[in-house]
C-alpha cells in the first residue's frame, strides 16, 4: 500500500529557532501534499496545499512566511516553521496523493513539535 | 461564519448495528465534503470525498450523502464492526476565500 513518512517524529526546539519536518512518499509520486495541524484535543486544521514544483497554496489565516513549504521532488515536502514559538507547538501531520486520483489521500504519521 | 458541526461526539453501538453519522454546515457555498476516520495510533484515512455537484459516495459499508440546500452530510455504516470503532471527521471545503474547516469529530466505539 501507499506508505507516507514524517521525519521527526518528535522534536522539541527553543523560542526563536526554525525547524525542518520533512513528508515522504516512500512507494508513489505524490503529485500533491497536505500540511496539517492539530491541536490537543481538537480537530484538525488545513494549512496547505502544494503541487510538486509550484508555490504552496496556503489557507486563510495561515502565516506562509513562517510556515514555509517546498515540495521540491515527487516524493519529498518539508514544512518549516520559522523563528518558532510556544504557540506553534502542536501537532503536524501531512499528507499525499497522486494525480488522477479523485479523494484517496494517504496520510504520514505526525510530528509532535514542541517549542520551549 | 464558516462552521462544521459533527453530532453525536461520541456513539456507541454493538456489533452488526446499521448507523448514521452527522455532519452540519453554516454555509451552503462549498467546493467538496470529505469524510477521514482517524485511528488512535495508526493516523488518518481518507474515507469519501463528495464534491459539491454530487448526492452522494459509496464506498463498501459505507455511504455519504450530501444535502448542500440544507447544510448536511451523513455517513452511514452498513453492518457496523469492532474494527469500525474510530473517530470519524468530516471536513468541507468552502468556496469562499477556499478554506477547509474540520468538524470535531464523532468518536464511535463499536462492541463487540
Known amino acids: 500500500g501507499a506508505v507516507v513518512s514524517q521525519h521527526p517524529s518528535r522534536v522539541i526546539c527553543k523560542s526563536g529557532t526554525s525547524v525542518k519536518i520533512e513528508c515522504r512518499s516512500l512507494?508513489?509520486?505524490?503529485?500533491?501534499m497536505f500540511w496539517y495541524r492539530q491541536f490537543p484535543k481538537q480537530s484538525l486544521m488545513l494549512m496547505a496545499t502544494s503541487n510538486e514544483g509550484s508555490k504552496a497554496t496556503y489557507e486563510q489565516g495561515v502565516e506562509k512566511d513562517k510556515f514555509l513549504i517546498n515540495h521540491a521532488s515527487l516524493t519529498l515536502s518539508t514544512l518549516t516553521v520559522t523563528s518558532a514559538h510556544p504557540e506553534d507547538s502542536s501537532f503536524y501531520i501531512c499528507?499525499?496523493?497522486?494525480?488522477?486520483?479523485?479523494?484517496?489521500?494517504?496520510f504520514g504519521p505526525g510530528t509532535r513539535l514542541t517549542v520551549t | 461564519k464558516q462552521e462544521v458541526t459533527q453530532i453525536p461526539a461520541a456513539l456507541s453501538v454493538p456489533e452488526g448495528e446499521n448507523l448514521v453519522l452527522n455532519c452540519s454546515f453554516t454555509d451552503s457555498a462549498i467546493y467538496n465534503l470529505q469524510w477521514f476516520r482517524q485511528d488512535p495510533g495508526k493516523g488518518l484515512t481518507s474515507l469519501l470525498l463528495i464534491q459539491s455537484s454530487q448526492r452522494e459516495q459509496t464506498s463498501g459499508r459505507l455511504n455519504a450523502s450530501l444535502d448542500k440546500s440544507s447544510g448536511r452530510s451523513t455517513l452511514y455504516i452498513a453492518a457496523s464492526q469492532p474494527g469500525d470503532s474510530a473517530t470519524y471527521l468530516c471536513a468541507v471545503r468552502f468556496t469562499g476565500g477556499f478554506k477547509t474547516i474540520f468538524g470535531a469529530g464523532t468518536r464511535l466505539f463499536v462492541k463487540a
Open positions: 512507494d508513489f509520486q505524490a503529485t500533491t
Open positions: 499528507s499525499a496523493k497522486t494525480q488522477g486520483q479523485s479523494y484517496e489521500q494517504y
